[in-house]
């Protein structure tokens, strides 16, 4: 088990190294603890933000897929203007016989 510093307040601690009561140990403990705390804390953030960049990416998936169905709906720009080209062409042919 942790050996963990008890709490003391900022002054309490000042008053410890007037006095030189604190030892190293004691100064190392209580380090210890605070990078402990800092560790927990990281640890709670990283678990949320991970669960948030798997909605991130379950969200593009989805937007990716409807994009592709769209596509797969329309024409593609380049086969609109060949169309647009031919549909030119034979509207030339068909005016040239009608006169």
Do not use: C, W
Not at 37 to 53: A, H, M, P, S
Not at 80 to 99: M, P, S
């Amino acid at each position: 088990m942790k050996k963990t510093a008890p709490k003391i307040t900022l002054e309490e601690l000042a008053e410890m190294v007037l006095n030189q009561t604190a030892t190293l140990d004691t100064f190392v403990t209580m380090v210890a603890s605070r990078f402990d705390r800092v560790d927990n804390r990281f640890k709670l953030y990283q678990d949320e933000t991970n669960g948030n960049f798997k909605k991130v990416d379950e969200n593009l998936q989805t937007i990716r897929q409807d994009l592709l169905r769209q596509g797969d709906r329309f024409v593609s720009e380049d086969k609109f203007e060949a169309h647009v080209a031919r549909f030119n062409t034979l509207e030339e042919k068909f005016k040239a016989k009608i006169k």
